[in-house]
């Protein structure tokens, strides 16, 4: 069985900062990428982010230049630093780990955690 686990995620004033960590553990033999998506109200859920086990990222445009993704492969943990922050911004952001097993690709995600930029 595979896990993610996120913390990070909080009330915070526009122009503030917040560090999303998404980790994962189980049995799992690779990732393969590791991103965090985001809904808001009313909207469809995208992807913020995601990077490559070998580092490769993908940003979606609105966040270019203020929020950068970054991993630590050795903890399979991946983090999102959050600058800049704007009332668009506020939603759940879940991670997702796209991962190689013994059977073939697995996808988790994890349960969200939420963020809510203020003002």
């Known amino acids: 069985q595979v896990q993610v686990v996120e913390s990070g995620g909080g009330l915070v004033q526009a122009g503030g900062s917040l560090r999303l960590s998404c980790a994962a553990s189980?049995?799992?033999?690779?990732?393969?990428?590791m991103g965090w998506y985001r809904q808001a109200p009313g909207k469809q859920r995208e992807l913020v982010a995601d990077?490559?086990?070998?580092?490769?990222?993908n940003y979606v445009d609105s966040v270019k230049g203020r929020f950068t993704i970054s991993r630590d492969n050795p903890k399979n943990t991946v983090y999102l630093q959050m600058n800049s922050l704007k009332p668009e911004d506020t939603a759940v952001y879940s991670c997702?780990?796209?991962?190689?097993?013994?059977?073939?690709?697995?996808?988790?995600w994890g349960q969200g955690t939420p963020v809510n930029v203020s003002q």
């Open positions: 189980g049995a799992f033999l690779s990732i393969y990428v």
């Open positions: 990077i490559t086990s070998g580092g490769s990222t």
């Open positions: 997702n780990a796209n991962v190689r097993t013994t059977w073939g690709r697995a996808e988790v």
